[in-house]
């Protein structure tokens, strides 16, 4: 295992808890800690942004920092000099004047300040206080090195490396730059390709590596022909012939899969260009080690890099970028990560708890906190919201949900997060790419300075779609002819674009619908297909909060019901109630032609039409199985190619938070590639987008979007006068506006949105806890969970412990809420009954009891009063009463125990301090 | 003063340092995970739910483990092509469960161990009117006609005959089935062809399939009409969610995630049951566990028994999902990366356990918890602190003691092949104290397996050793079916009407299990024992430091007067 190294050019704050342990000091300090567990902790982190988040995806920092290629006004630590006093490592001394002439020329060329487009210039959003999250990296002026077909060869190839080994092979605190073989390189990232040197580690053909420690590290192997080995941060030694450019997954510490290498970060045609890359820490890299950590080998100081090429380098060298030649052209911004937090000890019994996706990224941050300042572990499982509800029947169990479980079960509530339902996207935006005779025509704006102002706020993504309720009813319901598919015009005539036997044609994409346009006059900048929005297929609280809000919305509901919108289009018959209850004075007629659609349809063998309804009551996300593409088959007559189903064509991932990794990885929800060579045939994902035609949707909670920087659609009202985003303000906004539901101390969002401020898809998360079987110890444990929730994390920031982006921090009447629940259920009494152990065995439902999961009715008679403790034993629990929970009696839960050791261990030293007065006063 | 520690600083140093041996110990203090390098892994998606649960949790505890839902034939062959350092699967790579056409083999040696329980459930979409059917009961011969495309109407006599009185649409079964390799499939036609040799064999008439071995790929080519095949355990879950009059089969926790009923099926027993963690406990007491350590296969799981078993809280598609480990350093795992697999299988098997009743799995029984940590210790690099937790462990069931993972199949000081789940399974409202007297009692349904009950206790102990059950598969569960002492007949249905009726009689009331209660202290040596042990030397240490500390400090200050004079 790793040694036990580390380094110690620690922050303030880390060498002030490194004194706290010095003799004399420490075991007081130790004691006060103990007796005052719920202190915060000594070394408070800075304030830091991240309260910020919103509709656009970009998040400012106050440490952004911006390097030229040209080093004019680099800080020291990002000064790559383009000269002899460059010196490169692993080439016996080699400086950047060594390097082939051709190559200094052609890179100068392209990236030097005297290109012509001010020179090459790379900003990374933010550089201090990382922990493992996306920044946003930049670049402009370089030369974009048209190829003869026009397009851009000028790219970067970006990645993280840990810093620079000394003479003992430990991290060199005052290293200035980064050593090559520190580098997470070569694995091929996303836009990769692995069969090209250019994206290996490999040193191809570079001179420079002759009569290096490279060289000689390994004099077998062909000179010529060497990979730059990588120097993990835990200074393990990796011999070259470990082959560690040629197969990604025989590297132990980065593979394809886990890397954030870019290969391959394409220049536009201006020259620039801006991408999210995602910074890891130790955890996520445990080859770089990047955040400090008192126990393992680990640094404070990372290094992202940038090796910039063109075609032309390309020709002269096509090795990897850590070849001395081509890392000499780099450009080096320093990454400063915050210290990895504690972590409870993973063999401590956790207290479990279930509910709600939208609180995942929530309880990253808390759960370490929790541990450190309230000393347990929190051991959190999301499941549907749904199931989640049924798991309050257990005894003393704690769920997270948005809606509230059935009044019979008398929980308790406690608001514990304001998260929110968003659309995000990452749709590259070809407006922006180039200014074309028809830019202005084609993507609404007014003049040329329009168009940069654009491209500058964009940096080539959509950032500012519109969507209403209609809009988003007509993307999930496959109204738009672009989103028939598997159906084909054969089967399915009345997709025919442009076919009218059956009323007005359908319209073809959402960028041909007028609405859309009204919304969004420049368009998406492309003509290219913009999938249905990829959604979950768990059934959560979130999904039904879309589906409140768009049969809320009269637009949306009439077009669900089958009306068309103003310009006549309507929807896909499939997906209609077919009520019509809007638009009475059409029913006829429309029914006839939905009936016309329908019966020219081929359905699918097994496909049983009948009419929606919403919300759906099987689904989050109804689909319905109307086509198919039909299975080829072979002369034979045995099927070669199976049918095509609705469900390949749109499948569901499995949460919001695998919706948002689809979305930043452009990653579409479509398991229709055939894979002819495959053991046996099947159908496969299909390939990630490529940059410049990415164009992904999703439905996903803000702070999944928000930890890729994702941006999210705006949400109009019907005439499209008020639209508003997804950030901090509108959720609390909303918040403030939210309604009473029929259980105390529960509130939805409000029915009719304000979208002048708040934003509609508020998501309320509370913690709920069924009061009737509940013990004194488990109550107290979540009371301290709750307060730590409502204080410390509701404090915005990235670090470790705080209510991270994509959450607004609880308003005032939610945190009195939380309050009120805190102090309930620091007044419950001690054990009402037998208490039952934390894994509580509850009978199993009778056959009688029917299904879905039907339990026993504990407690159906608690007052369910957030705020008020049930005074007496209820009589309740008639079921327990009936008969004593079997299993095992309380486990003696160690609360006491451990407590008296505190007051134990608290007496020792409190006599341990006195010892020294007493003999000091008896010397006297 | 800054130089050595003078012997005033070393008193509180050294009660520091015992302070936070304490508190260590006590399990207050936040403390670091080693610092384990990724790790990543594919296959079972029937497990996925379960594995997504532990990655999450092990990332809170700052290890990162990646895992991708590919199906188990997919994970066995990455694993084996050494792209990935461990894989899930339901089936082995060799033997008689194995499909012939997954043909990847490890050219390195490995190790199966058990990682979760679970129940295949029957997921359907019907609707009796206006509203959902939700207590569909269905016979297991009924469920081998509809899935080898024999009953393809939801009227059918096989289906009505376990659900008297309910008005079942006359429509056709949209029978939906996995269309990748999986592990859920190969467990499913395994069970049809012990229990039902000659429906599969008609399926494969139709299909093509070798009617001899059962496969990881559901065999509908050239296309049985009313079948369709969807991707993943997400595809077959969202497609019979959308689509009415359909049917799957899948682990249980994709229809609760979903919020969709599943078939109620009849035992042996003629019970219906659900896949709920106790039903899927008993039921795999029967499971016989490969005991042969020199196998490749060992702790695998032979399910024969387990299809007839008869006492009545069984489900009878029951089984364990396995994690496939290398024990050797491979070309994916050096003995870094081993140490990660080591900390997360443990961890699996240990904390990791007590939420899988509530995400719609079952917990492993102890006895498989231990061996399955045997079979971690194989595991190149697996380090001293995974391998003292597992001692722990090891050394909490022996003596009785708590923490034992907290494991809630487990009490302390019982044996671990005892399962409280099964202890503590209900008993149908129809199953009298009678009925019931089989199936109680300290030796009945112990768990099989390593220093498990080597036979069966239970009632069947004569007719259903796993290896009579295994010689003659299909036969032995079905002649056991009818010899046994519970009352009903698998096959015949001749229990229905009263299994059935005592059913919908039953109510609300729910039966409970009187199962005497044992206070865990009272049995051996237990966490409060320890606990008073640290308490009672904290107050020695309390009563001796001080004059101690005293007398040090006199001594010093004795001296120090003597060099200032």
């Known amino acids: 295992m790793p040694t036990s190294w580390n380094i110690q050019w620690a922050p303030r704050a880390r060498q002030l808890r490194a004194a706290l342990w010095a003799p004399g000091v420490a075991a007081t300090a130790a004691a006060a800690a103990l007796l005052l567990g719920s202190l915060t902790p000594v070394a408070a982190a800075p304030p830091v942004p991240g309260s910020d988040w919103g509709s656009q995806g970009s998040m400012v920092s106050d440490s952004s920092a911006t390097v030229t290629w040209d080093n004019t006004s680099n800080a020291p630590d990002s000064r790559v000099p383009r000269g002899g006093t460059q010196t490169l490592r692993h080439t016996a001394g080699k400086t950047y004047d060594d390097v082939d002439q051709r190559l200094r020329d052609a890179a100068s060329r392209a990236f030097g300040s005297g290109n012509g487009r001010g020179g090459l210039s790379l900003t990374v959003s933010q550089t201090k206080n990382l922990q493992n999250q996306s920044v946003t990296v930049s670049f402009t002026g370089a030369d974009p090195q048209a190829g003869s077909n026009g397009a851009s060869t000028s790219y970067l190839q970006v990645f993280q490396c840990w810093g620079k080994p000394g003479a003992d092979k430990k991290p060199d605190p005052a290293a200035t730059e980064p050593d090559p073989s520190t580098c997470q390189f070569g694995a091929t990232g996303l836009d990769g390709d692995i069969s090209n040197t250019a994206h290996q580690r490999s040193l191809l053909n570079d001179p420079l590596v002759r009569g290096g420690d490279w060289e000689a590290a390994d004099p077998a192997s062909p000179a010529m022909n060497l990979p730059a080995p990588f120097a993990p941060v835990s200074g393990d030694e990796t011999r070259i012939t470990d082959g560690f450019n040629l197969s990604e997954y025989r590297n132990p510490y980065f593979s394809r899969t886990s890397t954030n290498e870019f290969s391959r970060f394409l220049s536009s045609e201006q020259g620039a260009g801006s991408r999210t890359f995602e910074v890891q820490s130790g955890a996520e890299a445990s080859g770089l080690g990047c955040g400090y950590r008192p126990d393992a080998p680990s640094v404070a100081k990372c290094w992202l890099v940038a090796v910039p090429r063109t075609a032309a380098i390309d020709a002269i060298l096509p090795a990897g970028p850590l070849a001395p030649s081509l890392w000499a052209m780099r450009v080096q911004v320093p990454l400063n990560f915050q210290d990895v937090a504690a972590v409870c000890p993973s063999d401590q019994a956790a207290t479990l708890s279930v509910g709600s996706e939208a609180l995942t990224v929530a309880m990253k941050s808390w759960i370490p906190a929790v541990c450190e300042t309230k000393k347990f572990t929190l051991g959190f499982s999301p499941l549907a919201d749904l199931q989640a509800r049924t798991q309050l029947q257990q005894p003393g169990s704690l769920a997270f949900t948005t809606q509230p479980a059935s009044a019979g079960i008398g929980a308790l509530y406690v608001p514990t997060a304001l998260a929110g339902v968003v659309i995000a996207m990452t749709i590259d935006n070809a407006c922006t790419a180039a200014f074309t005779p028809y830019t202005l025509a084609d993507c609404g704006y007014q003049d040329k300075a329009d168009w940069e102002a654009d491209k500058a706020r964009s940096a080539g993504q959509v950032r500012d779609l519109k969507l209403n309720a209609r809009l988003l009813a007509k993307l999930l319901t496959q109204s738009y002819v672009q989103h028939t598919a598997p159906a084909s015009a054969l089967d399915a005539p009345f997709t025919k674009p442009g076919n009218t036997a059956y009323g007005q044609p359908m319209t073809y994409s959402i960028q041909n619908d007028p609405e859309f346009r009204k919304l969004n006059p420049k368009g998406l900048g492309s003509s290219g297909n913009l999938n249905p929005p990829v959604v979950e297929g768990l059934r959560s609280d979130a999904a039904a909060a879309v589906w409140d809000w768009l049969l809320n919305d009269k637009d949306a509901r009439a077009f669900l019901n089958g009306c068309p919108d103003s310009s006549g289009m309507s929807i896909n018959p499939f997906y209609s109630t077919r009520t019509y209850t809007e638009c009475q004075d059409q029913a006829a007629e429309l029914d006839k032609l939905a009936a016309q659609k329908i019966s020219g349809t081929t359905m699918p063998d097994g496909f049983t039409y009948a009419r929606q309804s919403y919300p759906s009551e099987g689904a989050s996300y109804p689909q319905v199985y109307w086509a198919q593409r039909a299975a080829t088959r072979n002369s034979d007559g045995s099927v070669d190619q199976p049918a095509l189903t609705v469900g390949d064509q749109y499948a569901r991932v499995q949460d919001m938070a695998a919706a948002a990794q689809n979305t930043v990885r452009a990653q579409p929800a479509s398991t229709t590639s055939w894979c002819a060579d495959c053991s046996p045939p099947a159908y496969k994902a299909v390939p990630r987008q490529g940059y410049g035609s990415r164009n992904i949707l999703s439905i996903t909670d803000a702070a999944s979007a928000a930890k890729f920087q994702l941006p999210t659609a705006q949400l109009c009202n019907g005439d499209g006068s008020l639209c508003v985003g997804a950030n901090s303000k509108s959720l609390q906004a909303a918040a403030a506006q939210f309604e009473a539901t029929g259980i105390p101390g529960v509130l939805r969002a409000a029915t009719v949105p304000d979208y002048a401020t708040a934003y509609p898809l508020a998501l309320p998360v509370y913690g709920a806890v069924n009061l009737a079987s509940i013990s004194q110890s488990q109550a107290a444990t979540y009371a301290q969970l709750f307060s730590y929730v409502s204080t410390e994390g509701q404090k915005t920031g990235f670090s470790s412990g705080m209510l991270p982006p994509g959450y607004a921090p609880l308003t005032e009447p939610l945190l009195q809420l939380a309050a009120a629940g805190i102090q309930t259920l620091q007044g419950v009494p001690g054990p009402r009954q037998p208490e039952a152990a934390t894994t509580a065995l509850l009978p199993m439902e009778s056959v009688s009891s029917g299904n879905p999961p039907a339990v026993a009715p504990l407690a159906q008679a608690v007052p369910a009063a957030a705020a008020v403790v049930p005074a007496a034993p209820p009589a309740a629990a008639p079921v327990a009463a009936a008969a004593p929970m079997p299993g095992r009696t309380a486990a003696t839960r160690s609360a006491w125990p451990q407590y008296t050791l505190v007051i134990g261990l608290a007496a020792a030293l409190a006599s341990a301090a006195a010892a020294p007065l007493l003999a000091r006063g008896r010397r006297k | 003063m800054i130089r050595p520690l003078s012997k005033r600083r070393t008193v509180p140093a050294v009660l520091g340092i015992l302070l936070s041996v304490g508190m260590v110990f006590a399990g207050l203090a936040p403390a670091q995970a080693a610092n384990y390098l990724r790790i990543g892994g594919s296959g079972s998606s029937w497990a996925g739910n379960a594995l997504q649960d532990w990655i999450a949790r092990v990332g809170a505890q700052g290890v990162t483990v990646d895992y991708e839902n590919k199906g188990s034939s997919t994970g066995r062959k990455e694993f084996a092509d050494q792209m990935k350092q461990f894989a899930v699967s339901e089936i082995p790579y060799t033997g008689d469960t194995a499909d012939p056409r997954d043909n990847s083999m490890p050219g390195f040696s490995y190790g199966m161990l058990p990682v979760v329980a679970g129940g295949t459930a029957f997921m359907y979409n019907l609707k009796t009117g206006s509203s959902r059917m939700t207590s569909l009961k269905l016979s297991q011969p009924a469920i081998a006609k509809i899935f080898t495309g024999q009953a393809t109407r939801w009227n059918d006599p096989i289906i009505t005959a376990d659900n008297p009185g309910v008005a079942l649409p006359d429509a056709t079964i949209n029978v939906v089935v996995r269309s990748d390799g999986s592990g859920a499939t190969a467990q499913f036609t395994l069970w049809l062809l012990r229990q039902f040799p000659a429906d599969y064999a008609k399926l494969c008439a139709v299909t093509g399939c070798d009617p001899q ?218 199953c009298d104290a009678a009925c019931q007297v089989p199936w109680r009692g300290a030796e009945a349904a112990l768990n099989q397996g390593p220093a498990g009950a080597t036979t069966s206790a239970g009632p069947e102990a004569a007719t259903t050793t796993a290896e009579a059950a295994d010689q003659t598969p299909g036969a032995a569960a079905q002649a056991d079916a009818a010899a046994g002492p519970a009352s009903c007949d698998a096959d015949s249905g001749a229990c229905t009407a009263a299994g059935a009726g005592a059913a919908n009689a039953a109510g609300a009331a729910q039966q409970l299990t009187p199962v005497t209660t044992t206070l865990v202290s009272s049995r051996g040596w237990g966490q409060p024992q320890n606990l008073l042990l640290i308490i009672g030397g904290l107050v020695g240490l309390l009563v001796l430091v001080p004059p101690l500390a005293a007398g040090a400090l006199s001594r010093r200050a004795r001296s120090k007067g003597g060099t200032k004079a």
Do not use: W
């Not at chain 2, 795999?284 to 008869?310: E, H, M, R, W």
């Open chain 2, 213 to 430: 071995h059962a496969t990881s790929f559901f065999p509908t080519n050239p296309g049985l009409k009313n079948f369709v095949a969807q991707n993943g355990s997400q595809g077959v879950t969202t497609y019979t969610a959308n689509n009415q009059y359909t049917i799957n089969y899948d682990e249980y926790s994709y229809a609760q995630g979903i919020g969709f009923p599943a078939a109620q099926v009849k035992n042996a027993a003629g019970f219906y049951t659900l896949p709920t963690e106790h039903a899927v406990a008993v039921a795999l007491t029967k499971a016989n566990i490969n005991q042969d350590k020199g196998s490749p296969n060992y702790l695998s799981q032979d399910l024969s028994a387990v299809y007839g078993y008869k006492d009545p809280r069984s489900y009878p598609m029951s089984a364990y999902s396995y994690m496939i480990i290398p024990t050797q350093t491979t070309n994916a795992m050096n003995a870094a990366q081993g140490a990660t697999l080591g900390f997360f299988a443990n961890y699996a098997l240990c904390e990791g356990q007590r939420p899988m009743g509530q995400l719609g799995y079952s917990p492993l029984p102890m006895n498989l918890v231990l061996a399955g940590m045997e079979q971690i210790r194989k595991i190149p690099g697996v380090d001293q602190e995974t391998v003292r937790k597992m001692d722990q462990t090891r050394d909490s069931v022996s003596g009785g003691s708590a923490p034992a993972c907290n494991n809630p199949t487990f009490k302390p000081g019982d044996s671990p092949s005892a399962n409280q789940l099964v202890r503590t399974a209900p008993f149908d409202k129809a």
